[in-house]
């Protein structure tokens, strides 16, 4: 299966479950359709308009077709994507003819967040909720059919109640049975409720399963079904349908209406008549008509891959993935690996191509996703960490109470955050989805980075004894798993792991005070400034300060004042292209320019100061990026400079972008200004700190000792006291500049680039993970408390409280 897109060689994508990729022919035709054809907008009645036209409903019967059905059976709405079809059944379903709220809505606890958001729409507009967590739904579907459901059922005229549930969970891949959507038609869920037959309907959430499954409409045959074509086939996103039966499109009530859905609207009397075909009443406004008849080339492409094929192609590999961690475990004897899984991976109708773990230590502590997922970007595996919007799942496989969870979000994690660990515990989990496109290499790649990064000591190949004795039910916990649990007196935070360094020698030290605008700093252990770095563009090489440096309103001067850009505007950096640590900036001050030098390259200047009296700034030239979620402005600074970069990088259409410094960046109030830098003025790095890391990266791992300093990137590097001092301090004073600590630096997988060669190495990252158990933690952010301009120099004592 080898229709890949454009990607470094070396990229390993897995994360089909979120979006796959598109194939090559399959965007070559897209252009080719696009560029030889005119298509207008299909509300007009011009030639090009109807072409349009017909081409749209041409693939309404294309998507019919492919799921097995005809449009006398189903009718298809576009949508956004299978959120905006939930959405608008929530809206729409009537729950009983006159209008009231006599139905149930019920759904399963694994749903995903969409359909929780349908939840909230049908309980305010008064309607019972009901959830089925993962044990009630399989006992309650577990026993044969019963005499009711075989009687002919006479439900209750004008009560209409709604089951949603997913033909995949998108978390453990567990397919489930859709044969409950007859079952539910046909009144199994009527011991939920007290005395009401309503008539039942089942949407079912076929998202994550049409991916790698076919769905036959024509043998299972729910009343509604969402989908999102990017997860199919690529492209186009922002696309999606939802497949209506004939039977249930008289529980759709719709009030709004955009343009197009309707028959006569009167602007000046409330007087209005909607089109009586289902889906020209519910598509409101233009349809993204361009996107639907790319859908063409996406089935195309998927055509050559018969459905079977691909359904037990991703099935293969995710139990190849699913045996291999689960065979695999450290020196000790202990399992690398907590798997979340609700099949044994035996049996391809009920498993899907998704596998869901976390990684643990040999001694059990539970690696957090976020330092697995450093580890991955470094090595180019693409893959997808946390609940996956998919709470109740989530919440399940990792045994956590909604008391649990509710402390989690008081302590400040909120879903899409990088608190991966809460206490030990885990908030999420790694995901790793197959689709069409995917090889048996890719898994290979996964397994060697696991291998390299976590493994501790030669790999123990064995099966779990839990495993042979319960191959069923293969949901690990700790008991089954073989997870030690830790001793209460081994270090499981940052300052107990401080705590285990040992003193050579017991030095009485004279404890230096100071007295800093009527506040007592000291200076035990005798720290002073001993080097200064600027980064003048950022994610480029360092240049050191030699003696003394002006301290600007964001920062030293000129650290981070530019920044190079991709065509689309966004700020490249390191974690994209390696080989930026290479272009080495020198500032010439008396020759107001900023030098630019890369291996093999002639040098090139640019202003460090622009002379607004003799150079006017066109609109043209300002450019606006983004920064950590950040708008920043910038100054472009021509042609020259950007096509040096693109030849340097081999990047075409790189810009160089200098800060506006008449703009400001927008953040939220009483936060300090600063440059291009991701998060504060300056970075602190303490010496001490260094030497202690270094001498525990082991000698063989190819990460040069004398190079770490320079990975970790800071500004303000200082000797003198003990390693790790520095966490603890809440203002500084250096010289005669105060500063306040902002808090501690995250550490990526930026520190495992050699600043000197571009090459990656899996340390040091690795070692710092696992002395500070995943809290990835290194140096202290600082901003500026005084507010006159203000001189900082080498050897200048630090003081701190």
């Not at 649990?404 to 790694?430: M, S, W, Y």
């Not at 069409?436 to 980075?449: A, F, G, H, I, P």
Request: with cysteine.
């Amino acid at each position: 299966m080898n229709a890949r897109p454009t990607v470094e060689k070396d990229d390993c994508y897995l994360d089909h479950a979120g979006a796959t990729m598109y194939s090559k022919s399959q965007m070559r035709n897209v252009a080719d359709d696009l560029s030889s054809n005119l298509y207008g907008n299909p509300h007009s009645l011009g030639t090009a308009s109807r072409l349009t036209h017909d081409v749209v409903d041409q693939m309404r019967f294309r998507i019919l077709d492919h799921f097995r059905t005809n449009s006398d059976e189903y009718s298809v709405i576009f949508t956004s994507g299978a959120t905006a079809s939930l959405k608008l059944v929530s809206e729409t379903f009537n729950f009983s003819e006159d209008g009231g709220a006599n139905g149930h809505f019920v759904y399963l606890q694994d749903n995903h967040t969409s359909v929780l958001g349908m939840r909230e729409v049908v309980a305010q507009r008064g309607v019972k909720v009901i959830c089925l967590n993962h044990e009630n739904i399989f006992d309650l579907f577990s026993d044969a059919v019963n005499t009711d459901e075989k009687k002919i059922r006479r439900p209750v005229d004008g009560i209409n109640s709604l089951f949603v549930y997913p033909a995949q969970c998108n978390f453990s891949g567990l397919k489930y049975p859709l044969w409950w959507i007859e079952r539910v038609r046909n009144g199994k869920l009527d011991s939920l409720i007290d005395n009401d037959r309503p008539e039942w309907f089942t949407f079912l959430d076929a998202a994550s399963y049409v991916a790698t499954n076919k769905l036959n409409l024509s043998i299972h045959k729910p009343d509604f079904v969402c989908v999102s074509f990017y997860k199919i086939f690529g492209y186009p996103t922002g696309l999606g349908a939802l497949l209506v039966r004939k039977s249930a499109e008289k529980t759709l009530g719709k009030i709004y209406y955009g343009g197009g859905t309707v028959e006569i609207s009167l602007s000046s009397d409330m007087f209005h008549s909607k089109r009586p075909v289902l889906h020209e009443r519910f598509e409101d406004g233009t349809l993204s008509f361009l996107s639907i008849i790319s859908l063409r080339h996406g089935f195309d492409a998927l055509s050559k891959f018969p459905a079977k094929v691909v359904s037990r192609h991703v099935f293969s590999l995710a139990r190849y993935l699913h045996h291999s961690l689960l065979k695999l475990h450290h020196a000790n004897g202990e399992p690398i690996a907590r798997l979340y899984a609700d099949t044994d991976y035996e049996d391809c109708q009920k498993q899907g191509g998704i596998v869901t773990f976390n990684l643990l230590r040999s001694n059990g502590e539970i690696v957090g996703f976020v330092e697995f997922l450093n580890m991955a970007n470094l090595h180019k595996i693409h893959l997808r960490t946390g609940c996956f919007c998919n709470p109740g799942a989530c919440q399940r496989h990792l045994e956590l109470s909604n008391e649990d969870l509710k402390e989690h979000f008081n302590a400040g994690h909120v879903c899409g955050d990088q608190r991966d660990l809460i206490d030990g515990k885990p908030t999420g989990a790694i995901r790793v989805s197959f689709g069409y496109m995917s090889r048996k290499s890719d898994v290979e790649s996964l397994l060697d980075m696991v291998k390299k990064c976590f493994l501790n000591g030669p790999e123990v190949i064995k099966i779990p004894e839990w495993w042979k004795e319960c191959k069923i039910k293969v949901k690990n916990n700790p008991n089954k798993n073989g997870i030690k649990v830790a001793n209460e007196n081994e270090p499981n935070n940052e300052a107990s792991s401080i705590k285990k360094q040992t003193v050579d020698c017991e030095t009485i030290k004279v404890v230096k005070e100071v007295r800093v605008e009527d506040e007592i700093m000291e200076n035990e252990g005798g720290f002073r400034l001993k080097r200064l770095f600027i980064y003048p563009v950022k994610s480029c090489a360092s240049y050191e300060i030699s003696n003394s440096w002006i301290i600007g309103d964001r920062g030293l001067i000129y650290d981070r004042e530019w920044m190079i850009t991709t065509p689309s505007g966004v700020c490249l950096t390191q974690k994209q292209e390696t080989k930026m640590c290479l272009v080495k900036p020198i500032i010439r001050q008396a020759e107001n320019s900023l030098e630019l030098n890369f291996p093999g390259m002639p040098s090139i200047q640019v202003p460090l100061k622009i002379n607004k009296l003799n150079t006017e700034i066109t609109r043209t030239e300002i450019s606006q990026s983004k920064i950590c979620g950040h708008r920043v402005e910038g100054i472009d600074c021509g042609a020259d400079v950007s096509e040096w970069l693109s030849l340097c990088l081999g990047r075409p259409g790189l810009r160089l972008i200098r800060q506006n410094s008449e703009s400001k960046r927008i953040k939220p109030v009483k936060k300090p200004e600063i440059a291009f830098s991701s998060q504060a003025q300056y970075l602190l790095i303490n010496q001490a700190s260094i030497q202690w890391l270094a001498d525990r990266v082991p000698p063989d791992s190819g990460c040069d000792r004398d190079s770490i300093l320079d990975r970790f990137r800071g500004n303000i590097i200082i000797e003198g006291g003990k390693s790790f001092e520095e966490m603890k301090w809440e203002k500084i004073c250096i010289g005669k500049t105060r500063f306040q600590v902002d808090g501690k630096c995250t550490r990526c997988q930026m520190i495992c680039i050699d600043q000197s060669t571009g090459n990656k190495t899996v340390e040091p990252l690795r070692t710092l993970a696992e002395e500070f158990h995943g809290k990835i933690r290194f140096g202290i952010y600082l901003s500026r408390t005084t507010s006159d301009s203000s001189v900082i120099r080498i050897g200048d004592t630090l003081f701190y409280k």
